[in-house]
């Protein structure tokens, strides 16, 4: 069975960028531009992961992530966030609110699919040694 992603970013751009890499790495993307859809789609869908836009209009990601932590429909499913917000306050308040991976746009396409697969393998983190964010820093860089 094909690993589903929800897909949460307002900007058409990334949707599109971010959707080609997944999908050319096989997965099954569903994409929404809001927090309130993220939050109603992830209930009726049930991905497997979440790549969660942090600074959205109206229901920001960090909203979304503790709405989708307090439904035990929703609890269990690996988030990973995708930001520009990159400062340390914002990694620490990312790992209270109980995020699987963090992704500092802008990233490489090979960080962001390193990062999907080690959430969907279980190991709970996306995170480099000493709780750094990934952080892109190549040409390719989405």
Same mark, same amino acid.
């Given at each position: 069975?094909?690993?589903?992603?929800? !897909?949460?970013? #307002?900007?058409?751009?990334?949707?599109?960028?971010?959707? !080609?890499?997944?999908? &050319?790495e096989g997965?099954?993307?569903? &994409?929404? #531009? =809001?927090?309130?859809? $993220?939050?109603? &789609?992830a209930e009726?869908? =049930?991905?497997?992961?979440?790549? !969660?836009?942090?600074?959205?209009?109206?229901?920001?990601? @960090?909203?979304?992530?503790a709405r989708?932590?307090?439904?035990?429909?929703? $609890?269990? &499913?690996?988030?990973?966030?995708?930001? $520009?917000? $990159?400062? +340390?306050?914002?990694? +620490?308040?990312?790992?209270?609110?109980?995020?699987?991976? @963090?992704?500092?746009?802008? @990233?490489?396409?090979?960080? !962001?699919?390193?990062?999907?697969? /080690?959430?969907?393998? *279980?190991?709970? /983190?996306?995170?480099?040694?000493?709780? =750094?964010?990934?952080?892109? /820093? *190549?040409? #390719?860089?989405?």
């Open positions: 069975m094909q690993c589903r992603i929800l !897909l949460v970013e #307002d900007e058409p751009e990334n949707q599109l960028v971010i959707g !080609l890499i997944l999908k &050319t997965y099954s993307v569903i &994409t929404v #531009d =809001r927090g309130e859809a $993220a939050v109603e &789609t009726r869908e =049930r991905p497997d992961l979440v790549l !969660l836009d942090v600074m959205m209009p109206e229901v920001n990601g @960090f909203e979304v992530l989708l932590r307090n439904n035990p429909n929703t $609890a269990s &499913t690996p988030v990973i966030l995708l930001t $520009a917000l $990159a400062q +340390e306050r914002d990694v +620490e308040r990312a790992v209270e609110a109980g995020v699987n991976g @963090f992704v500092a746009k802008p @990233f490489e396409p090979g960080e !962001l699919i390193s990062c999907v697969h /080690s959430a969907l393998a *279980g190991s709970g /983190s996306c995170r480099v040694a000493g709780m =750094r964010p990934c952080l892109g /820093s *190549g040409a #390719d860089d989405v």
